[in-house]
């Protein structure tokens, strides 16, 4: 997505890194980055598998880090896109073209081809993007596009993971079958087994022929990653794998070749411990890779919404292109059921779009010459055509996946704290081993062994382990429990789900942080115009005296103020033409500076405005006045009219409340949040307002520059603050609050301040923030105290601290069956945010009233 | 030679070195812990046959390797590289 920014002598790249499994790997990873030296900061996400790095561009460089990446064991994908290139003639233009390439940071290779007129570069995607490189050689005065279209990310993306399912897969059929036999072996003397299981089946050297593939083939990846990631002075849970079946398989070995070299003889094989510690941990890996590409399913379906290919017109012809190869000001045609290509403003036809994938509005929304159209939205019935405004990286679409990319590769505060706890737990599980060995091996074999011993759930007797054994089985059942997977996994994955079921939402959260805050808010404050209300007056109440008929006191009224300029003039204008009444010219016109118009038509003499310029008239308003006052009382701006010298009626205007601003603010309340109206105007007005939307606490007359102070003071009485307000207006008080919700910010969403995005301009979505936000906090607190309750309790059991008094062990392939449970039961738990729905969504649901939109999959 | 081809050529020379010097600290610490270790089992009062001696001075001295290894290689890396 990202290619190299630098800012001064500061660069930063996002590089893909694949092979990580937990927190330690992120940790592992971020700790080799930094030791580059130049390197000044580094943010790896496991669950993007992306590595954002910041670095000195004098000092660092793409490949430096990709090699110290490798280094460790893992991969940094290169991607190839293959070019047509227009415009070379001989072999110089090719070394041009070669050379200019290459230069570019984070491409390892370019093969240009003449006679096919093409160009195949390989490059590292997050340092730079296809775009730039087809840039550089656009400089270059040769014609560059893609010859593949599209879909490439999407399909890099599942290749990955179907590539880590498939080693997975091969891996669980290897070691499950084996380790059955294994165990089946192992145990052929114990109850109804001797009558079926033959009996060279519990022979020492077949189970260590049948162990040994166990170990070094679906298990070698553990030795490789520790060994890679040791030799750089990285550690990761992969090492407590290779340490745990290690020492299981050299143990069972010895004791298989050397019975009485007094390893606890040779009743003390243990190949059925490295077999199904083996198993079990494959079985982990290979669930993981089945469900961990699902928490960031938004992200998929937003990408597999871009359309691939655009029909424009160039030179006067419809052609076809590659939808990133339109250019802005290209006039593309839509047609009926297609997806847009980019975003533009349309230039002829009419249609209906669906624009529920971009904005989360349901209904699909009408499109002339003029309206702006979404790329990635759905054409329904019509055709049109329109002029491409954002392409590329700056559509709508392209930034939208951007940030909720960012906001997934952001850390929480309170995932800082896990990632530090699971980068810091291997070294101080692989003290506490050593520990549990000297324990047991000094003190607690001679205090407390007895030859009744047994594994727990297991037949398996201990009687003949000697100190050592016994001792070095405690120790690698402690390494084996204390896996910090779950304790990794918790939060990123349900950041992850929950800024996704935001974007689904229309609601963009700019990073975790975003997401922690708005589940903690206690108080919202929201700006009145253009957030609560319209934001522009219109009219809501017209009154006349006997002898006058409503429609000729408000077509006379917009006569008279159509050549005003007064917004209230034109909220009436607005308000006639609405009803459907031609607004025509007045015969004379003359604006009365601070008191209104005056005008005639068709000998009709018309006065409108306020109670002076009625007096001034000298015209008898009658029980007029009693109507403007109460009008007033409710924050409206109310305009007497006289016809012929007669009071004729009032015309009342105000700014109007949104639709569903009085529901959200229900439901804030509902919810304990405290709820604060911000203004500008006159108190009156202000809390005219606040009564009908039932906001209780106003602060009026609060000039923009004091807004940021207003929350500040709502902040230091111990409030965690939302501001909510127009994203650029707004911008201190928004930045001021603890979060800041830019609404109805459209699709243009870069430009925004503010921590959350809300696409629609619906306030019911702030209330939805809150909701997604405190949703996924619950579940990262749920994965939080069930990884902390399983190490808690697994660990000291793990080490026997039960053994005293029950004579039992945890086995090591136990301990990695709870292991591998533990990171599944995590994301299982996070997989359910999915079900959720914020509240107002659901309604509408059951209600019936939200036509089901599933995103598309674009052409 | 290019400015960078210099630049990396220095580093890795550094970084060789930084790799020996570690390498050299954390066998040295994990040798002292078997030593420990291997001590307490001659001094303890308890007999211990030499497979469970041996078995778990070699245990002891995989542990404090991987223990040692992460904290030892970066820190000297810090100091010689930067």
């Known amino acids: 997505?990202?290619?190299?920014?630098?800012?001064?002598?500061?660069?930063?790249?996002?590089?893909?890194?694949?092979?990580?499994?937990?927190?330690?790997?992120?940790?592992?990873?971020?700790?080799?980055?930094?030791?580059?030296?130049?390197?000044?900061?580094?943010?790896?996400?496991?669950?993007?598998?992306?590595?954002?790095?910041?670095?000195?561009?004098?000092?660092?460089?793409?490949?430096?880090?990709?090699?110290?990446?490798?280094?460790?064991?893992?991969?940094?994908?290169?991607?190839?896109?293959?070019?047509?290139?227009?415009?070379?003639?001989?072999?110089?233009?090719?070394?041009?073209?070669?050379?200019?390439?290459?230069?570019?940071?984070?491409?390892?290779?370019?093969?240009?081809?003449?006679?096919?007129?093409?160009?195949?570069?390989?490059?590292?995607?997050?340092?730079?993007?296809?775009?730039?490189?087809?840039?550089?050689?656009?400089?270059?005065?040769?014609?560059?596009?893609?010859?593949?279209?599209?879909?490439?990310?999407?399909?890099?993306?599942?290749?990955?993971?179907?590539?880590?399912?498939?080693?997975?897969?091969?891996?669980?059929?290897?070691?499950?079958?084996?380790?059955?036999?294994?165990?089946?072996?192992?145990?052929?003397?114990?109850?109804?087994?001797?009558?079926?299981?033959?009996?060279?089946?519990?022979?020492?050297?077949?189970?260590?022929?049948?162990?040994?593939?166990?170990?070094?083939?679906?298990?070698?990846?553990?030795?490789?990653?520790?060994?890679?990631?040791?030799?750089?002075?990285?550690?990761?849970?992969?090492?407590?794998?290779?340490?745990?079946?290690?020492?299981?398989?050299?143990?069972?070995?010895?004791?298989?070749?050397?019975?009485?070299?007094?390893?606890?003889?040779?009743?003390?094989?243990?190949?059925?411990?490295?077999?199904?510690?083996?198993?079990?941990?494959?079985?982990?890996?290979?669930?993981?890779?089945?469900?961990?590409?699902?928490?960031?399913?938004?992200?998929?379906?937003?990408?597999?919404?871009?359309?691939?290919?655009?029909?424009?017109?160039?030179?006067?012809?419809?052609?076809?292109?590659?939808?990133?190869?339109?250019?802005?000001?290209?006039?593309?045609?839509?047609?009926?059921?297609?997806?847009?290509?980019?975003?533009?403003?349309?230039?002829?036809?009419?249609?209906?779009?669906?624009?529920?994938?971009?904005?989360?509005?349901?209904?699909?929304?009408?499109?002339?010459?003029?309206?702006?159209?979404?790329?990635?939205?759905?054409?329904?019935?019509?055709?049109?055509?329109?002029?491409?405004?954002?392409?590329?990286?700056?559509?709508?679409?392209?930034?939208?996946?951007?940030?909720?990319?960012?906001?997934?590769?952001?850390?929480?505060?309170?995932?800082?704290?896990?990632?530090?706890?699971?980068?810091?737990?291997?070294?101080?599980?692989?003290?506490l081993a050593l520990i549990v060995f000297f324990f047991w091996f000094f003190i607690g074999y001679a205090a407390f062994f007895t030859p009744t011993s047994q594994f727990v759930l297991s037949i398996y007797s201990l009687s003949q382990v000697g100190v050592f054994g016994f001792a070095l089985l405690l120790s690698v059942t402690t390494l084996i429990i204390s896996c910090p997977c779950a304790l990794g996994l918790a939060t990123p994955s349900a950041v992850m789900a929950g800024t996704g079921k935001g974007a689904e939402n229309g609601i963009l959260f700019k990073g975790a942080d975003a997401v922690e805050t708005s589940s903690k808010l206690n108080a919202v404050v929201f700006d009145k115009t253009g957030t609560l209300t319209i934001g522009e007056p219109s009219v809501t109440d017209v009154y006349v005296t006997a002898g006058f008929t409503r429609n000729d006191v408000l077509r006379l009224a917009a006569m008279a103020e159509k050549s005003s300029e007064h917004p209230l003039g034109e909220a009436i204008v607005r308000g006639a033409k609405d009803e459907g009444l031609a607004v025509g010219d007045t015969d004379d016109f003359e604006a009365i500076p601070g008191h209104g118009v005056r005008a005639a038509y068709q000998g009709q003499k018309v006065l409108l405005g306020n109670r002076r310029l009625m007096q001034q008239q000298k015209i008898h308003i009658g029980n007029l006045d009693e109507k403007m006052e109460q009008l007033e009382g409710e924050g409206k701006t109310a305009m007497l009219m006289a016809i012929d010298g007669k009071a004729a009626g009032l015309i009342a205007v105000a700014d109007t409340l949104k639709e569903n601003a009085k529901a959200a603010v229900e439901r804030l309340y509902?919810?304990?949040?405290?709820?604060?109206?911000?203004?500008?105007?006159?108190?009156?007005?202000?809390?005219?307002?606040?009564?009908?939307?039932?906001?209780?606490?106003?602060?009026?007359?609060?000039?923009?520059?004091?807004?940021?102070?207003?929350?500040?003071?709502?902040?230091?009485?111990?409030?965690?603050?939302?501001?909510?307000?127009?994203?650029?207006?707004?911008?201190?008080?928004?930045?001021?609050?603890?979060?800041?919700?830019?609404?109805?910010?459209?699709?243009?969403?870069?430009?925004?301040?503010?921590?959350?995005?809300?696409?629609?301009?619906d306030i019911r979505d702030v209330v939805g923030a809150i909701e997604i936000g405190r949703a996924t906090m619950r579940k990262i607190k749920q994965n939080l105290v069930w990884a902390f309750v399983y190490n808690v309790t697994g660990i000291p059991l793990a080490a026997g601290i039960l053994y005293p008094f029950t004579g039992l062990l945890v086995s090591p392939e136990l301990a990695s069956f709870f292991m591998a449970m533990s990171s599944l039961s995590v994301t299982l738990n996070t997989l359910l945010i999915k079900r959720f729905q914020p509240s107002f969504r659901r309604e509408q649901e059951k209600s019936g009233m939200l036509p089901a939109h599933q995103p598309q999959p674009a052409r | 030679m290019s400015m960078n081809e210099n630049m990396n050529m220095n580093m890795n020379a550094l970084e060789k070195k930084a790799a020996r010097k570690a390498s050299v600290t954390y066998t040295t610490v994990s040798l002292v812990v078997v030593l420990v270790f291997l001590a307490i089992t001659l001094f303890d009062g308890n007999t211990y046959t030499a497979v469970a001696r041996i078995g778990g001075m070699i245990w002891v001295f995989v542990l404090s390797m991987i223990v040692s290894m992460p904290i030892v290689i970066p820190s000297v890396k810090k100091k010689i590289v930067g």
């Open chain 1, 670 to 761: 509902q919810m304990g949040v405290q709820v604060v109206m911000i203004t500008g105007d006159n108190r009156r007005t202000a809390e005219a307002i606040a009564r009908q939307v039932g906001i209780k606490t106003v602060l009026a007359e609060v000039l923009p520059q004091d807004k940021a102070a207003e929350v500040k003071k709502l902040q230091e009485q111990g409030l965690k603050v939302a501001m909510v307000g127009d994203g650029i207006n707004d911008a201190p008080a928004l930045a001021q609050a603890h979060v800041g919700i830019a609404i109805g910010s459209g699709t243009d969403v870069a430009k925004e301040t503010g921590d959350i995005i809300l696409i629609k301009d």
């Open chain 1, 1 to 431: 997505m990202s290619e190299t920014m630098r800012s001064g002598n500061s660069a930063q790249v996002s590089l893909p890194v694949e092979g990580m499994t937990c927190a330690a790997c992120v940790a592992k990873v971020e700790k080799a980055l930094k030791s580059i030296s130049g390197v000044q900061e580094v943010q790896v996400n496991l669950l993007s598998g992306k590595a954002a790095v910041t670095f000195s561009a004098g000092q660092a460089g793409v490949p430096q880090m990709v090699k110290v990446i490798q280094e460790i064991g893992y991969e940094v994908p290169e991607e190839e896109i293959l070019l047509t290139v227009r415009g070379m003639t001989c072999a110089a233009c090719v070394a041009k073209v070669e050379k200019a390439v290459k230069g570019l940071p984070g491409v390892t290779s370019v093969v240009v081809n003449l006679p096919a007129g093409s160009a195949k570069v390989k490059f590292y995607p997050g340092a730079i993007d296809k775009t730039r490189i087809k840039k550089e050689i656009k400089a270059l005065g040769y014609e560059a596009s893609e010859k593949l279209t599209g879909q490439e990310a999407l399909d890099r993306e599942k290749d990955a993971r179907q590539k880590e399912l498939r080693y997975q897969t091969r891996n669980m059929w290897i070691a499950w079958p084996l380790a059955s036999l294994v165990m089946i072996g192992m145990f052929r003397d114990y109850w109804i087994l001797p009558y079926f299981v033959p009996k060279f089946l519990g022979n020492h050297y077949v189970l260590w022929a049948l162990t040994t593939p166990i170990a070094f083939i679906p298990g070698w990846q553990f030795f490789k990653h520790s060994w890679n990631g040791l030799k750089r002075g990285a550690t990761d849970m992969n090492l407590l794998y290779a340490t745990g079946i290690g020492a299981a398989y050299i143990i069972a070995t010895i004791n298989t070749f050397w019975p009485y070299a007094g390893f606890g003889g040779p009743g003390a094989t243990f190949f059925e411990s490295a077999a199904l510690l083996t198993a079990f941990i494959v079985l982990g890996r290979f669930l993981e890779a089945l469900t961990r590409g699902r928490t960031s399913d938004a992200i998929r379906k937003l990408m597999s919404l871009q359309a691939k290919t655009a029909r424009v017109i160039r030179k006067g012809e419809e052609i076809e292109i590659a939808a990133d190869e339109v250019e802005i000001g290209d006039i593309v045609v839509v047609r009926p059921g297609e997806s847009i290509p980019v975003d533009g403003e349309v230039t002829e036809g009419y249609s209906t779009v669906v624009e529920a994938m971009i904005t989360g509005e349901s209904m699909p929304v009408e499109k002339r010459a003029g309206s702006q159209v979404i790329g990635a939205t759905m054409n329904k019935t019509g055709s049109f055509k329109f002029r491409a405004t954002r392409v590329g990286s700056e559509t709508a679409l392209a930034q939208i996946i951007k940030m909720v990319e960012d906001a997934q590769t952001s850390k929480a505060h309170i995932q800082k704290l896990a990632d530090f706890v699971a980068g810091h737990f291997i070294a101080g599980v692989h003290v």
